[in-house]
């Protein structure tokens, strides 16, 4: 029998715990430690499982075979990932769309040296949404691809709100322009801006004496954020926002339609309903870390990306089952 994949979380807020959670549930993988920035002998966990310091990290590269690395995309993720890809492989969630491929860049030159294989940028979208984009594109190729995220919990755009200065906390929510999907459903081939297919609503619980004017321009004019849609933001209490935003929905679609033939029409619609956010990302970068784990041992080293992955590297059935059951 093979040996358990050993999987360690590095960052241990929401997506972490989704880890923590979800990964129980496969087979052929053990959770063996989870790294902290944090004082690891304060950290509550949920398992039982070693908590060590992140800068303790090193001495552990003989115990781990995969890191999942958790941390926020505005800095964490940029700084930590190509480092600890000097030691490990990793598997991360960065979704910073437009800046993609420079992180894919310095990510790929950190880990090809080290002969490691970090996948970036996984989750459902980036991820998901992205595999569902270019099948689409490939198979209809003239076509036009649309996606529309939400109305839902945006992890890395929360977590953006909640590093700017005088905040304390926040959830920011994604609302997809209803009559946007429809024109797009209906085959009509929209010319849609990035500010008509989406509108941004900020919750957020400012700290005292704080400047919520001055907060509220940072957040508007945030780049790669919200500085392209029409934001709302509004300043409550913290049992608010906990009463009445805790829950981490979220969902989407992404929609590909053109004509083939005749004028007939082909549309291909890929959505998500999802109760929680972090646990099916979470669900997602498991299965990740088992094709970095695999696709380590065949020797593919550097930076990958979900269109770099088969798809049965993914998962923990056998070859055989896969082509009897899901074929």
Same mark, same amino acid.
């Given at each position: 029998?093979?040996?358990?994949?050993?999987?360690?979380?590095?960052?241990?807020?929401?997506?972490?715990?989704?880890?923590?959670?979800?990964?129980?549930?496969?087979?052929?993988?053990?959770?063996?430690?989870?790294?902290?920035?944090?004082? @690891?002998?304060?950290?509550?966990?949920? !398992?039982?499982?070693?908590? &060590?310091?992140?800068?303790?990290?090193?001495?552990?590269?003989?115990?781990?075979?995969?890191?999942?690395?958790?941390?926020?995309?505005?800095?964490?993720?940029? !700084?930590?990932?190509?480092?600890?890809?000097?030691?490990?492989?990793?598997?991360? !969630?960065?979704?910073?769309?437009?800046?993609?491929?420079?992180?894919?860049?310095?990510?790929?030159?950190?880990?090809?040296?080290?002969?490691?294989?970090?996948?970036?940028?996984?989750?459902?979208? @980036?991820?998901?949404?992205?595999?569902?984009?270019?099948?689409?594109?490939?198979?209809? @190729?003239?076509?036009?691809?649309?996606?529309?995220?939400?109305?839902?919990?945006?992890?890395?755009?929360?977590?953006?709100?909640?590093?700017?200065?005088?905040?304390?906390?926040?959830?920011?929510?994604?609302?997809?322009?209803?009559?946007?999907?429809?024109?797009?459903?209906?085959?009509?081939?929209?010319?849609?801006?990035?500010?008509?297919?989406?509108?941004?609503?900020?919750?957020?619980?400012?700290?005292?004496?704080?400047?919520?004017?001055?907060?509220?321009?940072?957040?508007?004019?945030? @780049?790669?954020?919200?500085?392209?849609?029409?934001?709302?933001?509004?300043?409550?209490?913290?049992?608010?926002?906990?009463?009445?935003?805790?829950?981490?929905?979220?969902?989407?679609?992404?929609?590909?339609?053109?004509?083939?033939?005749?004028?007939?029409?082909?549309?291909?619609?890929?959505?998500?309903?999802?109760?929680?956010?972090?646990?099916?990302?979470?669900?997602?970068?498991? &299965?990740?870390?088992?094709?970095?784990?695999?696709?380590?041992?065949?020797?593919?080293?550097?930076?990958?990306?979900?269109?770099?992955?088969?798809?049965?590297?993914?998962?923990?059935?056998?070859?055989?089952?896969?082509?009897?059951?899901?074929?």
């Amino acid at each position: 029998m093979e040996p358990k994949i050993r999987v360690a979380i590095c960052g241990y807020g929401n997506l972490g715990k989704g880890i923590e959670k979800e990964i129980g549930k496969s087979k052929d993988m053990e959770l063996t430690t989870i790294f902290t920035r944090r004082n @690891p002998n304060e950290l509550k966990i949920l !398992s039982n499982v070693k908590i &060590a310091s992140y800068n303790d990290m090193k001495n552990w590269t003989d115990k781990i075979d995969v890191i999942i690395m958790c941390g926020g995309s505005a800095t964490d993720l940029p !700084s930590q990932v190509p480092e600890v890809a000097q030691f490990f492989n990793t598997v991360d !969630s960065f979704d910073t769309h437009a800046k993609i491929p420079e992180y894919f860049e310095s990510v790929d030159v950190k880990a090809k040296c080290s002969k490691k294989t970090s996948i970036i940028s996984g989750g459902w979208d @980036p991820g998901m949404f992205s595999i569902m984009r270019l099948y689409a594109n490939s198979i209809l @190729p003239e076509g036009k691809t649309y996606t529309f995220w939400g109305r839902g919990v945006s992890q890395g755009h929360s977590d953006a709100i909640r590093r700017i200065s005088g905040v304390k906390n926040a959830i920011q929510y994604t609302i997809p322009i209803e009559q946007a999907i429809e024109s797009v459903r209906n085959g009509e081939y929209p010319k849609l801006t990035t500010r008509e297919k989406h509108l941004r609503e900020c919750f957020v619980v400012a700290e005292d004496e704080a400047d919520t004017k001055a907060i509220e321009e940072e957040i508007k004019t945030m @780049p790669n954020y919200f500085s392209d849609y029409d934001t709302t933001v509004h300043f409550v209490t913290e049992d608010e926002l906990r009463k009445n935003h805790s829950k981490m929905s979220h969902g989407g679609f992404v929609i590909h339609s053109t004509e083939t033939g005749n004028g007939n029409k082909q549309i291909i619609e890929y959505s998500l309903k999802l109760d929680s956010n972090p646990e099916f990302t979470a669900s997602v970068l498991i &299965a990740l870390a088992r094709a970095a784990y695999r696709m380590n041992k065949e020797g593919q080293f550097g930076a990958k990306t979900v269109f770099d992955i088969a798809p049965a590297w993914m998962s923990e059935k056998t070859e055989e089952e896969i082509r009897k059951e899901l074929l």
